[in-house]
């Protein structure tokens, strides 16, 4: 053969074979994985697949005990509890969403991908041309849990015990144990494995408000749970009653509450009887917000305007409660008159005695025997026989 | 004759003393109320100002007590030099001046930026202050009133404990209204009151101070070190009766501040709550002041020499403090209560009488060193006891052995003074004077004067 022909052939013969050489077949990088829910919970699944082209993926869904007969779902279906949503980068990555879940939506769903030129060819056989994965959807009847209404703490029912109840009626399969949790987090000591639980809060104060949920577990269900919301008006449990400081210090005024739901605060200033929201025309007022706390905070007191009675209240659906704090600015010149004030009659006082003593007994400054610290060092001499003398007769 | 027996027992060591208690000598006694209320009631008031101190220059709690341990460490280190002043110069000027550095100390205070600062004012500076007053107030107070001189002595030192009912609120509001640098430098102002109550004392003549001075080579530096320490009253550290007396009270300075420091913990770890607690040492910081007065009034009556009552009452304060661990072993609180009750009542009975038994044993005119250096002396006792007992209630896990230690160690003290000499006889021995032939003649003449029913004597001639 030619030499330039062979070259040709190769050449020819290499860019068909290019394609098939680059192309990479579908596989999956993550899989769906089966689950059992709930009646009226979510699911989702997904997949993720590489290959070059990147493939495309479908989502179909069979029956159970029914392999034969798969149909594909596409975004919206079953009354738009479906969506579907995918992305093609480098990889192929889809979601299948399913929610409101129904009995009738328990099966098997599968993945298929395929990045096959031909994968939409009807006389192609679909098993060679698209790879599948499999997850097996089993939906359970939701256990009815008959749950006690919400509660509302009030001044008028506070000191009475107060009881939650949960009765698990239809259950479809059997249960293991049951226990309670406050905002999150289970409750020591009340796991039971009755089917009827109740909790049993004695002395109901504001702190005793949260979400609570009563949670049972079966062996081969996920848990079923129901919530009863203990509804309370806050309660502010602490804050300062008084803020003193200097003139051009920071002050920070704080309220903490207890309380479930969670107040909004606010904070005002208090004059004589009638409120006044805060000015911060100065820019030197902070409000920071958390659940169950604020705090006001005052940057470069100023001794005119700011000294004065500031009230945080705390209001939720159920009512608001509010709690003072007294401001009071120091003037760096305030504590000189008290002192000057001391001194002045310490001055008077040294005066008053020194003249007294003066004018009572001005020769007794020599007279000696009037003297009786001080000490006689001295050898003797006659002269002090006298004294001695008279000391005695005044004995 | 018993009518002038306390009389002649009183001014057996005495030199020239006035007749009567005067007014005068009553106006001296309110001013040791004062001064000493300023003095010890506002060191034991400045827990508020700690708090604040801490807050502010963030440091530590006990960085913090430094302040109050430097301020009552000069006060007594400075006591002697205090007392040599007194001797030297004017009793007046010294108080004043001592007023005057108190309150200075407190002023600054008031301006300080860091804590070196504070401790060199509030600690120092004050302390020093604080050292040239207490001594020579107590001292005047025991030469100047006669017959009734443990009553003057229980009615000045209960203000620590009156005060300390008013100051603790006032500096709290202080502290609130004005800041702690306001509050500081007001306090500085009361302190100034020192000044006012150093006015009180006479005025020393001035044709008394070159007797002091033996002899005319004042230039020589042998007859300056003579006159330093005949200021200092160093040779009575050489007199047995002294140091005896010292050891005794250094003694009873060990154990006697250990209830006061660990009382309130003591009873919390009993199971005691804070309130009842609180409670106990109230309750003997109240009969405390109740001992001062009434064991001061008992005491002048003169029915026992003053050094059997206070041994009585140490004796018994050491009972005491070593009973209070065994009365709460039982849980009940009511014996806790009645033996800090008992306790406290001794306890201050015992701080009347300390330095009213002084003048006994060294005689009046040396009181003034004589206090100093008991004062220097028995501040070391208080700088190992209270570490010591923190140490054993580490060691053992309890108060216990801290307080049986304590109450040891005041025990130990009554029986140190019971090697004074003349201890078991039943009137006051003359007390002594210094060495010259003019106090020979009178120390004669007291003995003569002598109630006796101490052992016969040829020299005592029988009594009267």
Not at chain 1, 88 to 94: A, C, E, I, K, L
Not at chain 2, 96 to 109: H, K, P, R, S, Y
Not at chain 2, 306 to 318: E, K, M, Q
Request: net charge neutral; proline share 5%.
């Amino acid at each position: 053969m030619h030499p330039n022909a062979a070259m040709l052939a190769m050449l020819l013969l290499g860019n068909l074979a290019v394609p098939f050489a680059s192309a990479q077949n579908a596989g999956f990088v993550k899989s769906p994985m089966s689950e059992t829910k709930l009646t009226g919970d979510t699911f989702e699944l997904y997949c993720d697949v590489v290959g070059n082209p990147t493939p495309e993926i479908q989502w179909w869904y069979a029956e159970i005990n029914r392999a034969d007969s798969f149909k594909q779902l596409w975004d919206g279906a079953r009354k738009r509890r479906v969506s579907i949503n995918t992305a093609y980068g480098t990889n192929g990555v889809s979601v299948l969403g399913i929610t409101r879940l129904t009995l009738e939506d328990s099966g098997t769903y599968e993945c298929r991908a395929s990045n096959d030129p031909r994968r939409n060819d009807r006389r192609q056989n679909p098993a060679i041309t698209w790879i599948r994965a499999q997850a097996t959807i089993s939906v359970l009847q939701k256990p009815k849990i008959d749950a006690s209404d919400q509660i509302i703490l009030s001044a008028d029912t506070s000191g009475k015990p107060v009881t939650l109840q949960c009765n698990l009626t239809t259950a479809h399969t059997p249960h293991k144990e049951s226990f309670w949790m406050k905002n999150g987090r289970e409750i020591t000591n009340t796991r039971t494995d009755q089917m009827n639980t109740s909790h049993r809060i004695i002395k109901p104060r504001a702190d005793v408000s949260g979400e609570y949920m009563c949670v049972f577990t079966f062996d081969m269900a996920p848990n079923a749970n129901a919530t009863i919301e203990v509804k309370a008006k806050p309660d502010i449990t602490g804050h300062k009653r008084s803020e003193n400081k200097n003139e051009g210090e920071n002050a920070t005024m704080y309220c903490k509450s207890v309380g479930y739901p969670h107040p909004t605060w606010t904070w005002r200033k208090v004059d004589g009887t009638s409120y006044m929201e805060i000015d911060n025309s100065t820019g030197r007022f902070f409000i920071y917000n958390r659940d169950n706390y604020t705090e006001l905070y005052i940057l470069n007191l100023d001794i005119e305007t700011d000294p004065g009675i500031y009230e945080c209240n705390a209001t939720n659906v159920i009512g608001n409660t509010a709690e003072t704090t007294i401001l009071r600015v120091r003037s760096h010149l305030a504590p000189l008159w008290p002192f000057l004030g001391v001194l002045a009659e310490i001055i008077i006082l040294v005066v008053i005695i020194v003249v007294y003593e003066k004018r009572k007994r001005p020769d007794d400054i020599i007279i000696e025997d009037d003297e009786p610290v001080a000490p006689m060092k001295t050898n003797s001499t006659n002269n002090h026989k006298d004294k001695n003398i008279r000391q005695r007769n005044t004995k | 004759m018993t009518s002038s027996e306390p009389k002649a027992k009183k001014s057996g060591g005495g030199g020239s003393e006035a007749a009567e208690d005067g007014d005068w000598s009553w106006a001296l006694v309110g001013a040791l109320f004062v001064s000493t209320s300023l003095v010890f009631g506002l060191m034991r008031s400045l827990g508020v100002f700690f708090v604040e101190f801490v807050q502010y220059f963030e440091a530590s709690a006990q960085a913090i007590s430094w302040i109050s341990s430097t301020g009552l460490a000069a006060q007594q280190f400075f006591s002697p030099l205090g007392a040599a002043l007194c001797n030297a110069y004017d009793t007046r000027v010294v108080v004043m001046t001592g007023g005057v550095l108190a309150a200075l100390g407190f002023i600054l205070a008031s301006q300080a930026t860091c804590l070196v600062h504070l401790y060199l004012t509030m600690g120092l500076t004050s302390g020093f202050g604080w050292g040239l007053v207490f001594t020579p107030m107590v001292a005047t107070v025991v030469a100047n009133v006669t017959r009734r001189r443990t009553l003057a002595l229980g009615l000045g030192f209960s203000s620590i404990g009156i005060v300390s009912f008013v100051f603790n609120p006032l500096f709290q509001f202080l502290v609130e209204t004005y800041g702690w640098r306001g509050a500081l430098l007001i306090l500085g102002g009361l302190s100034l009151n020192i000044v006012a109550c150093g006015a009180l004392i006479r005025p020393k003549p001035r044709s008394k101070a070159p007797e002091k001075v033996d002899s005319e080579k004042s230039s020589s530096s042998s007859s300056l070190l003579r006159r330093l320490s005949s200021y200092l009253e160093l040779p009575l550290l050489l007199e047995r009766p002294y140091l005896t007396y010292t050891a005794a009270v250094t003694l009873l300075n060990v154990g006697y501040f250990v209830p006061y420091f660990h009382l309130v913990a003591h009873s919390r770890q009993v199971g005691f709550s804070e309130y009842e607690a609180a409670f106990v040492m109230s309750a003997a910081g109240a009969s405390d002041i109740l001992g001062r007065v009434a064991s001061g009034w008992f005491s002048d009556l003169g029915h026992f020499r003053l050094i059997h009552l206070l041994s009585l009452w140490t004796a018994l304060a050491g009972l005491f403090i070593m009973l209070l661990p065994i009365s709460s072993l039982s849980g009940s609180y009511s014996m806790l209560v009645v033996i800090s009750l008992l306790y406290g009542f001794c306890s201050g009975a015992l701080t009347s009488l300390v330095f009213a038994v002084v003048p006994m044993i060294v005689g009046v005119e040396r009181v003034m060193g004589a206090i100093g250096l008991l004062q220097l002396i028995e501040s070391g006792a208080g700088l190992l006891g209270t570490p010591l007992s923190g140490l054993l209630k580490d060691v053992t896990g309890t108060y216990t052995a801290s307080f049986l230690v304590a109450g040891g160690f005041v025990v130990l003290g009554t029986l140190a003074m019971t090697t004074l000499p003349h201890y078991f006889s039943c009137s006051d021995p003359p007390a002594p004077r210094r060495r010259s032939h003019r106090d020979k003649d009178k120390s004669l003449h007291l003995e003569l004067e002598q109630i006796n029913c101490a052992p016969p004597d040829p020299s005592h001639g029988g009594g009267q």
